[in-house]
């Protein structure tokens, strides 16, 4: 008894978000299936909620975090949990279409909207649509140059093992990117983001998607991602050097930037 206590304990502490499901404890493999779950049931619906839920700043954010990459049409992209395509487009704009960019996501309807959308913009060359877990990802080591995780690290299930996946694939020097809801230090502003979150998302969620569940899990998991500085120290323990954060929006959204 005492032996599976502390074993618990220890991986709260190595995997303290693996447990969760939102505000809900379930088991790591449970988590995975019910995430993977919430996204097929938003796939359709995810880039209008979006503009929604942010009015359009996801688009900023976005757009500051390509920004920060500051992009050449010689590197290899990787844009794991890529979903419905935002950033690889970004990218590939911002190489005009000369850099081979991956999309990697977990999950086949995300992808799916993901790749019309490409269509739609007349994308055929360059751009690759992957299926696959951020925590065990379908590439050779040492093959991209730059990765990217755009709103996508708080939902995977086990963060240290994504991180170590992220610095394997990479080209040593190689660039890492995460960007992710964070924690607003602002006491009035922390408040005012805990009531719109609480009282309207999950409204909107349930009028334009006919799911509140989802938007409900897509809230709750905000507060269960890591605090800046410990996200700082894990991608340290991933083996990543020269991390640094950036806060956007008053440290509602952040920028990790780390190197192999
Ligand atoms: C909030 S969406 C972000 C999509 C896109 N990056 C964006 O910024 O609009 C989160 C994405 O993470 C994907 N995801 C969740 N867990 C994953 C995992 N373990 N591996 C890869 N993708 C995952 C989901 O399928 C979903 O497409």
């Known amino acids: 008894m005492a032996v599976k206590q502390a074993a618990s304990t220890a991986q709260s502490v190595i995997n303290p978000e693996g447990d969760w499901f939102g505000e809900r404890r379930v088991a790591p493999e449970q988590k995975t299936e019910l995430v993977l779950d ?26 500051r975090l390509i920004r920060m990459i500051r992009p050449r049409k010689n590197w290899a992209y990787l844009d794991v949990a ?45 751009l690759d649509w992957v299926e696959g877990n951020a925590e065990k990802l379908p590439f050779p080591d040492n093959s991209f140059d730059v990765y990217t995780i755009a709103f996508g690290l708080r939902n995977v299930t086990r963060i240290d093992n994504a991180l170590k996946e992220a610095a394997r694939v990479l080209k040593p020097g190689g660039r890492f990117f995460c960007l992710e809801f964070s924690h607003v230090d602002n006491p009035a502003l922390k408040n005012a983001y805990a009531l ?65």
């Open 196 to 260: 719109y979150s609480d009282k309207v998302i999950p409204k909107i969620g349930k009028m334009v998607a006919g799911d509140a569940e989802s938007y409900q899990y897509l809230i709750e998991s905000i507060r269960k991602f890591p605090r800046r500085n410990i996200l700082l120290q894990r991608l340290k323990l991933a083996g990543f050097r020269a991390a640094r954060v950036e806060k956007l929006s008053f440290g509602l959204v952040a920028v990790h930037e780390a190197r192999k």
């Open 82 to 126: 890529g979903g419905t395509g935002d950033i690889a487009f970004r990218l590939h704009e911002a190489t005009d279409g000369k850099a081979p960019i991956t999309v990697c996501d977990i999950n086949a309807s995300m992808l799916k909207v993901g790749e019309a959308r490409a269509i739609d913009r007349g994308i055929l060359h360059n």
């Open 38 to 63: 919430v996204f097929h049931s938003v796939a359709r619906k995810y880039d209008l909620m979006n503009d929604l839920m942010s009015a359009g700043y996801h688009r900023l954010w976005k757009d």
